[in-house]
């Protein structure tokens, strides 16, 4: 059971590139989120997902899409890199929305330059 | 600013000590709470969680209390080991729907 898997582990992008990040996870959750984390700070949510074929915004969604074409996979999409946007991004799963335990990826450390 | 915060950015303690952390937030509309622990270079892990309706519950090795009336949260780890160390993260969230607004995290060391 491998729980929730991010790719990739490590990535550096030039300002303007894009790039997407993908999480899978295999515990047939209804909902998935995407976060990122700053040094010194907690976790801030960016996108989540109530379902296949929805998505919402979180707390900090500009500069990022998001799709869930399947209940598995939710894509983070970054279109134009910017150098504000280099962070640690962790997926996550649960089975209910928000108030419970939630599973995390081991996390993608991004580098915009 | 943040709704949750923490009292203390680094905390040291012995082996085998008890270990406790402690959580700060502003909301008084909060009504669930929960705490991760996050290992260097790994994911946040659930440790456990409480609703407002309670004001103690325990795990295994860990007790969250919950003080509604100075808006307080603390973990306490029973005999810290070195597998403790890590950075411990409180959340909170004002319902259903609502996102989880979370704190900067303490780091704690065990010192052998």
């Known amino acids: 059971n491998a729980g929730v898997t991010q790719t990739p582990k490590f990535r550096v992008l030039k300002t303007g590139q894009s790039m997407t990040l993908l999480c899978a996870q295999d515990?047939?959750?209804?909902?998935m989120y995407w976060y990122r984390q700053d040094p010194g700070m907690g976790l801030r949510l960016i996108h989540y997902?109530?379902?296949?074929?929805?998505?919402a915004k979180g707390e900090v969604p500009d500069g990022y899409n998001v799709s869930r074409l399947k209940k598995q996979n939710f894509l983070l999409g970054l279109e134009s890199a910017a150098p504000s946007q280099t962070s640690v991004y962790f997926c996550?799963?649960?089975?209910?929305?928000?108030?419970?335990?939630?599973?995390f990826g081991q996390g993608t450390r991004l580098t915009v330059v | 600013g943040e709704s949750v915060g923490l009292h203390l950015p680094t905390l040291s303690v012995q082996e085998g000590d008890n270990s406790i952390i402690n959580c700060a937030y502003s909301?008084?509309?909060?009504?669930?709470f929960i705490w991760y622990k996050q290992e260097s270079g790994k994911g946040p892990q659930f440790i456990i969680d409480?609703?407002?309706n309670m004001d103690k519950r325990q795990g295994q090795r860990v007790t969250v209390l919950l003080n509604k009336t100075v808006k307080h949260l603390s973990l306490q780890i029973a005999a810290t080991q070195p597998g403790d160390s890590a950075v411990y993260f409180c959340?909170?969230?004002?319902?259903?729907?609502?996102?989880?607004?979370w704190g900067a995290g303490t780091k704690l060391i065990i010192k052998p």
């Open positions: 515990m047939n959750h209804e909902y």
């Open positions: 409480i609703r407002s």
């Open positions: 996550a799963s649960s089975e209910a929305l928000m108030n419970t335990e939630a599973f």
């Open positions: 959340a909170e969230n004002m319902g259903r729907g609502y996102q989880l607004i």
């Open positions: 997902s109530v379902g296949e074929g929805t998505t």
């Open positions: 909301n008084s509309a909060s009504d669930y």
